[in-house]
């Protein structure tokens, strides 16, 4: 059989006859010079809503913004829309708000409400989303590209609607299979492939980019597309299931693994790797093994832990990815030392987005849990009761918390030693226990030794000597010296702009402590202003 791009077929070259062929296959090539390829795009929001509420009159929606909300979530895919709306409008209807089907959906429930959809139409089989979007994959094997589902079942254990990394996969897929793989995928629509920053076609064949860089080139998948092939992975026999789950685990894993939380040429990793471990442990957990789960909360930890370099730890999606943490690790059990990191993370979540009650209401069974099973001296207790004090800080109970601080620093001391990062972290929040309650120079002495041991051992770049050299103006403008805070603000402001950017929160408050300083030497509204230029 000749291929369409000859001519020779019932496609060809006619001036008489117009053919018009709907396809997933999306390359000029399959069809010719002469044929005119018209990419489809998918539908707007406003579109979407439209086809939603046409289909669904009786769904009460005022302002039309949950349709809209909707039709985004489903990716303006007309067929998705279709199903929606017509399910909406039956008498089975589960959500009879458009907002409630956008919730369940996005409560990793896709795959669930996808085999709902599925049996909507069941006159016209061809009609049903998995039928659509299976016929490319099916079509891929039968060419021999047979790595194409398997690719697919792996990126969409990732966040759906973040673009992933093309380095978090070339670990499992390497060389040339992965460049055609991946290149077959996109020609039929199942996956969008980015561009890299150098402007190169990442979908044509060359060298795949080494694993080290997380931020070349990306993929993306339709969100339709993910919920569908969720679908399938839970329908595979329990083996296959786990074999997927376990992979994807391996490439977090792999991914991550020479990454540090505190460096800071780590963080953009860190920043792209997040979305796709929330994802990985809200829904694909259930499915691992013991072995594998281990493994994935401890990716979880650390990733939860570069949130405070990255500048987002006050965020709500931190609390969100604490709680899936949580979840995930109690199918190990209650008490097993997973489940307490994963509380001990969520008081941090708590204590970041000002909830300190909360955080003092948890921290002490995290406390008691880690005392008993590692034992009262192990580093990892040491910082649950360094956290638990933190939350007692911000309460105004400075005299109460600069007891606890001092008896802890003892503990942390004899255990993890004087030039341990969490130790020096905990001299730091001393100084601010003993600076609240009027102190200023003691304070000051003690983020000076912190500054000085810590840049000799982690150097000046790690956020924990900024925070310690922030701290310090802060307390040198207490003792009325003005023009030497300011000069440290300047100092440690022109460091943080190139290695933090303006919007970090240590950037923000060496901001306010510059303003401060030149509002208490006298500093004319003029020179103030010069402020600004570190916006």
């Known amino acids: 059989m000749s291929a369409a791009s000859d001519g020779n077929g019932w496609i060809r070259p006619d001036s008489h006859v117009l053919i018009v062929v709907t396809t997933r296959s999306r390359d000029p090539r399959a069809w010719g010079s002469w044929v005119q390829v018209r990419e489809l795009e ?52 589960r959500w009879q708000s458009f907002s409630a089907y956008e919730g369940a959906l996005n409560a990793e429930r896709g795959p669930e ?41 792996l990126l969409v254990c990732f966040a759906p609607a973040t673009p992933v990394p093309r380095d978090l996969l070339t670990s499992d897929v390497e060389g040339a299979s992965f460049t055609t793989t991946l290149r077959s995928l996109n020609a039929v629509g199942l996956v969008e492939v980015g561009r890299s920053a150098s402007g190169t076609d990442p979908s044509a064949a060359g060298p795949v980019p080494a694993a080290s860089s997380l931020s070349r080139e990306t993929l993306a998948l339709h969100p339709v597309v993910v919920d569908i ?41 860190w920043e792209l790797l997040l979305p796709h471990v929330a994802a990985t442990v809200a829904w ?21 832990a570069s949130r405070w370099g990255i500048g987002s730890q006050s965020a709500p999606e931190a609390e969100s990815l604490a709680r899936a943490e949580v979840e995930a690790a109690r199918l190990l059990g209650e008490g097993h030392p997973a489940e307490l990191a994963a509380r001990h993370d969520l008081g941090n979540a708590f204590f970041e987005r000002g909830r300190l009650h909360e955080a003092e209401d948890l921290f002490p069974a995290v406390l008691a849990g880690r005392s008993t099973l590692l034992g009262p001296e192990h580093p990892d207790t040491l910082v649950t009761r360094d956290r638990l004090i933190g939350a007692i800080l911000p309460q105004e109970r400075f005299a109460e918390a600069e007891t606890l601080y001092r008896e802890l620093l003892q503990d942390m001391v004899g255990t993890m030693g004087a030039e341990h990062p969490e130790t020096l972290s905990t001299h730091v929040d001393l100084a601010y226990a003993v600076g609240m309650q009027g102190r200023a120079e003691e304070a000051a002495d003690i983020c000076r030794n912190v500054i000085e041991t810590g840049s000799c051992i982690l150097g000046e770049s790690d956020v924990r000597v900024r925070d310690a050299w922030d701290d310090l103006a802060m307390w040198v403008n207490e003792m009325g010296d003005h023009a030497e805070a300011e000069r440290l603000c300047r100092e440690l402001l022109e460091i943080e702009l190139r290695g933090l950017g303006p919007n970090h929160p240590l950037t923000l408050s060496t901001k306010a402590n510059l303003a401060r300083a030149q509002q208490g030497w006298g500093k004319s509204t003029r020179q103030s202003r010069n402020c600004a230029r570190y916006s």
């Not at 302002?63 to 409008?89: I, K, Q």
């Not at 409400?113 to 659509?132: I, M």
């Not at 060419?143 to 690719?151: A, F, K, M, Y």
């Not at 992979?247 to 963080?267: F, G, H, K, Y």
């Open 42 to 93: 998918f539908l707007s929001d406003e579109a979407g809503a439209a086809v939603l509420r046409s289909l669904a009159p009786q769904v009460v929606d005022a302002g039309g913004r949950a349709a809209e909300g909707l039709a985004r979530r489903l990716g303006g895919l007309p067929l998705a829309l279709h199903l929606v709306g017509t399910y909406s409008s039956s008498s089975f209807a």
């Open 113 to 153: 409400l996808v085999a709902g959809l599925d049996s909507v139409s069941p006159v016209d089989p061809r009609a049903t989303l998995s039928h659509v979007w299976e016929l490319p994959l099916d079509s891929l094997a039968s060419q021999d590209v047979p790595g194409g589902r398997r690719l697919l079942y």
């Open 284 to 304: 694909l957990a259930a499915h691992l093994g013991t072995a594998g789960l281990e493994v994935l909360l401890e990716v979880c930890r650390r990733a939860f």
């Open 229 to 269: 092939c969720r679908a399938h992975i839970l329908a595979l026999p329990p083996r296959e299931r786990a074999e997927i789950a376990e992979t994807a685990v391996q490439l977090l894993a792999e991914a991550a693994r020479n990454l540090r939380d505190a460096r800071p040429s780590d963080w953009l990793a």
